[in-house]
Every structure is written in structure tokens, then in C-alpha cells.
């Protein structure tokens, strides 16, 4: 494969022996290219994070240190989710720093959305850089940047891993996953071994809430953006839509509409539920959720979330729109 262009002509990763070649060959190449060195990964916990880790420690063992930021815009009880999931198999090769304030601080009165990837992007270098420091031995950064976040880079949206970086990281980049769709990342996640429940995970952007707290950021709203989602979540497992649906979540827009509570008028914010189908992230199609479980979700939205007096229902196919919305 270059190493630039992903071959048109390649086979795509559709079979379990195909995708046990491809975990054997970039073994090899990881193997190669880090030596002896150590290298630092950032684990959100997502599929792409996951299969990441998974491979580079089946390849180099404990030279991985994992670090899991919890940069204040993940959803409801994500840390703890990806700390309990990891612990046992990374121990003391997991790290957590919790930068929350940090984050959204560098984030506060940035309304576009390139600037928050940059910001973004470049203040987890910066964090990573700190806690390379307390270690010995760390020359390497790896990622897991997907094909499909090459793809938008060029001329649709940064990535907070795809130009987004600051030219000097100090690190060279490992990126094992990086010329993989989704459906190829999971089905390699498959031949890795990863359970079916972290292979199979709702995608989640690097920037996390940030750009689903459309425009300025700020604590209630992200908050009205993490509350919204858990709802959703919840529901979408209740009804069995979580086994159907490939991504869904909920956008709060800074926008206020007039609506009545109790007899009283109101001014807040509305609650946009976004729900695709897709198998590589390059396409996507919305899916047609049955209206008495959006009912049930509008319900629960408008009664728990503060701040929210609107639900509405994103029918955008990608392309036209893209999956997030911003």
C-alpha cells in the first residue's frame, strides 16, 4: 500500500482471513518502525482508539502507554466506562488525566468549528508532550486516524488528528489503522479479539461534544448536549435500536425559541436527534425511527434536560450533509 494514497485497487478487508493478513503485516511494520522505543496513545475508548491499542499491544507489548484524557466533552460516564474497561489488561500502562477545565478554558468564545479541531487537536499534544515527560523512553505517537478522516480533511473538515497537529509534535506517528474504513477497522478489531461490545461501539468524534454544542461552548449547553444523549442512549437500548442504528446522537444548536412550561413562557434551547445508518462513514442515510419511541424521547428530553423546550428529528442523508454537524 503507498503510504500517502490508499491503493484503489487493494481488496478491501471483507473476510476474517483477509483481516488476520492485515493484523499480522502491520505487526511486522509496528515491530519495525518503533524499535525499542515507547509509544504514547491517546484512548478515548472508541472503536478506532481500541483496535489501536489492541494492535500495537499485541506488537510491542508494554513498550504502549496509554493515556485517556478526559478533555470535559465526553459523553455521561464515558471515563468511567473506558477506565473499567481497560484496566485490567493495560494496569499501570493506563493513564488518566482529567483536563476538563483546560479544555473547555482554550474552547471558551470559539464558534468555529475548524478553530475548536485545532484547539483541540493541538492542546492534546500538548498534553500528551506533559506526560511524556514523567515517562523514560517516549519517541513515538500513535493514533487512530481512519481513511474516512483523511478523506474529510481534504477540502471538508479537520480532524483533530489529520492536520490539526502542530508540525513539531516531538513524537513520529504511528498509525497502524490509517488507510481502514470503519467496516475494516471492525472486522480487524474482530480478528484481534476485542469483545463484540467495544468492536461494535457507536462512533464518537475526537472533539467529542464540542461539535455537537454547536458554536460557543458553554457549561450549561454542553451539559443540556450530554444530558440529551444519555437519554437517548438509553432509550435507543431499551427499544433495541442500538443493535440497528450505526450512530446516533443529540445536537443543541445556540439558538432559543418561545415555548410554554407550566403555564409559563419559556426561551431555550432546541434538542436535534441525529440517527444513520452507514458502513464505512463515507455515506449515510438517516434511519426511520418508530414515532412512539420518539415520542417517548421528546418526552423524557423536555421533562430532565434543563434549558430545552424543542425536540427535532435531523432527516439529512451524507452526502448533503455530513454525519456531524460541525
Partial sequence: MNENVRNPKMLRINSKPLA????EEQIEKIKEQVKDGRVLLGLSGGVDSSVCAALLAKAISDKLVCVHVNHGLLRKNESEEVLGFFKNDLKDNLIYVDASNE???ALKGVTDPEKKRKIIGELFIKVFKREAQKLEGISFLAQGTIYSDVLESQGVKAHHNVGGLPSELGFELVEPIKFLYKDEVRQVGEALGLPHKMVHRQPFPGPGLSVRCIGAITKDRLEAVRESDAILREEFALAGLDKKVWQYFTVVPPIKSTGIKKGKRTFEWPVIIRAVNSVDAVTATIEKIP?????KIRDRILAEVKGVNRVLYDL???????IEWE
Fill in 20 to 23: 488476520e493478513a492485515f493484523v
Fill in 103 to 105: 479544555f473547555l478554558d
Fill in 291 to 295: 414515532y412512539e419511541i420518539l415520542e
Fill in 316 to 322: 439529512s442523508n451524507k452526502p448533503g450533509a455530513t
